[in-house]
């Protein structure tokens, strides 16, 4: 479904805010990243503490050998079973990490030009995923992205230079100022698996992804390729969704199409309102369900409330939000 007051000319789409997004904007977002992190502070303290702490794992040493201890060597890195076994002291040795790329996903398919309060929720993925690479461009380690929609997908790999990350936003706010209630693009939800499998090419070992969509279309196959992208990196999954698949909207008008048709429903009337609200709500909680399934932590970012607020809160909450 997609809100369909949004027929403004494309020279005028990215002074609408809340319906399209500008280059200016995620720019902007540099500031509101500070003091944010995806690593958790404490261990009972984040979304990504607990379950997913060992999925999540940020700078540090990467044992490299062991090897004689030698004078001025520190004691705590003595392995004492190999110094035994062998008869003198041991060291263990370790390098520190020092790159740790990631990956940006940002879905601006059809499916996400839909928002009944202050977004749509392919703005709302738009400043996700901008508000994480800024994150992770502030943490000194190389930012990359994929932006998708029903038909195209852009990749681009990881680099750590201001220059990346305006191509990566320039990239979604192309595509997403394409976006309109009137387009003849056909829905294809085949995109998501598409754009996962282009993550795999793209992240080898030890990369942070992190995919801004509301996942549509998502199934056993998009299952499979999270498992996939997790067993070597750290993958956060962030679904993007309207409160009217939460708590329903209790009045109010809303235009949605699908390309050629367009239908104005009144929300007022319950005949109307109660068939949209299951709908939603019932799959919100499939989609929920199967990310969940797939091991990934997950994190459940509306469209009515701020980005950052939002993320500030969950990275700061100790289990994931119920649906």
Do not use: C
């Not at 100022?177 to 499998?197: G, K």
């Amino acid at each position: 479904m997609n809100k369909g007051h949004a027929t403004h000319p494309e020279s005028e789409r990215s002074s609408v805010p809340g319906v399209y997004v500008s280059l200016h904007e995620l720019m902007a977002l540099e500031f509101k990243a500070a003091g944010l992190s995806f690593l958790p502070r404490r261990r009972s303290g984040s979304i990504l503490a607990g379950r997913h702490a060992s999925r999540v794992r940020g700078r540090g040493l990467n044992f490299e050998e062991i090897r004689d201890y030698f004078p001025g060597d520190d004691i705590r890195t003595i392995d004492w079973k190999i110094t035994l076994r062998l008869g003198s002291p041991h060291v263990r040795a370790y390098s520190e990490e020092r790159d740790r790329p990631a990956l940006v996903i940002v879905d601006q398919r059809l499916s996400m030009f839909f928002g009944s309060r202050e977004s749509m929720k392919s703005v709302t993925a738009a400043h996700l995923a901008a508000l994480g690479a800024w994150m992770v461009f502030r943490a000194g380690d190389r930012v990359g992205g994929i932006v998708f929609n029903d038909e195209d997908i852009r990749r681009i790999r990881p680099h750590r230079s201001r220059s990346r990350l305006e191509a990566i936003f320039a990239a979604v706010v192309a595509m997403n100022q394409s976006l309109h209630a009137d387009s003849s693009v056909q829905a294809n939800q085949a995109q998501l698996d598409r754009a996962l499998e282009g993550a795999l090419a793209l992240a080898g070992h030890d990369h942070l992804v992190m995919i801004a969509s509301d996942f549509a279309g998502a199934g056993e196959r998009t299952q499979q390729l999270l498992r996939q992208l997790a067993a070597h990196n750290d993958v956060i999954a962030a679904l993007v969704f309207d409160p009217l698949a939460q708590t329903g909207q209790q009045g109010g008008r809303i235009v949605v199409t699908e390309g050629r048709l367009q239908i104005e429903l009144n929300l007022g009337e319950r005949t109307v309102r109660e068939p949209i609200e299951t709908f939603s709500t019932g799959r919100l909680r499939h989609v929920g369900e199967l990310l969940r399934r797939s091991g990934v932590p997950l994190m459940m970012v509306n469209t009515a409330d701020d980005v950052v607020n939002q993320v500030r809160h969950m990275l700061g909450r100790r289990t994931a939000p119920a649906i």
